[in-house]
């Protein structure tokens, strides 16, 4: 049982926009920063936002991030069968350290 | 650019201890700000993060598994080494080593392509 909390599955079509949620507490989203992270099929993770809503060079601004009190979202517009992947959040934690949500596997119909 | 790669054994025995060595290249462990960590998956499961260690030889482990294990660095040789004792068949996973950042929030900004360790006798 993950201490960050996301939706096991997401879908959506081609083209559409897709939001993937991580809700956490006071401990660790509340008052630290988010960062996500994208593992396709196969593949070892990568980052994918960090600091919340910052893009690393090299991700597309079709990727987005939010975080609003101990929740954070994940945004991905004009959605692309190549974006079919596992997606996680992270932060920290004040007792737990590094903390991982359990995963949304996003399928684009 | 900075990468990373894992080694170490591919299978060990139930009770015996596993030792991963991350060889990093890149980003000096001696400079501040930075970190590596060691993360695991299951096949099919979620990310587990296991232990992390900075720039200042802060370590951190996992409260669950805080007593099995044991990460080092090397800053000469660029290599982090993890040890994980007690090795059952629940371990069985694949592990990353990954670069940590911490700058306004902290987070693995590289990761290693990751070796699979089953755990079986």
């Known amino acids: 049982q993950s201490v960050l909390t996301q939706p096991p599955s997401v879908s959506a079509a081609p083209g559409q926009k897709v939001t993937i949620s991580c809700s956490g507490s006071?401990?660790?989203?509340?008052?630290?920063?988010v960062s996500w992270y994208q593992q396709l099929p196969g593949t070892a993770p990568k980052l994918l936002i960090y600091?919340?809503?910052k893009r690393p060079s090299g991700i597309p601004d079709r990727f987005s991030g939010s975080k609003s009190g101990t929740s954070a979202t994940l945004g991905i517009t004009g959605l692309q069968t190549g974006d079919e992947a596992d997606y996680y959040c992270g932060t920290w934690d004040t007792s737990l350290n590094v903390v991982f949500g359990g995963g949304t596997k996003l399928t684009v119909l | 650019q900075i990468t990373l790669k894992e080694s170490g054994p591919t299978l060990v025995k139930p009770t015996q201890t596993l030792t991963l060595t991350c060889t990093f290249s890149?980003?000096?462990?001696?400079?501040?700000?930075?970190?590596v960590g060691w993360i695991r998956q299951p096949p099919g499961k979620a990310l587990e993060w296991l232990a992390l260690?900075?720039?200042?030889?802060?370590?951190r482990y996992s409260p669950s598994l805080k007593s099995r294990l044991t990460i080092t660095k090397d800053t000469s040789k660029n290599q982090v080494v993890l040890t994980m004792t007690n090795m059952d068949p629940v371990d069985t996973a694949t592990y990353y080593c990954?670069?940590?950042?911490?700058?306004?929030?902290?987070?693995?900004?590289?990761w290693g392509q990751g070796t699979l360790v089953t755990v079986s006798s």
């Open positions: 890149g980003s000096p462990l001696s400079t501040s700000g930075v970190g």
């Open positions: 990954a670069h940590r950042r911490i700058l306004l929030g902290d987070y693995f900004d590289y």
């Open positions: 260690i900075l720039w200042n030889d802060d370590k």
């Open positions: 006071s401990s660790n989203i509340g008052n630290n920063y």
């Open positions: 600091d919340n809503n």
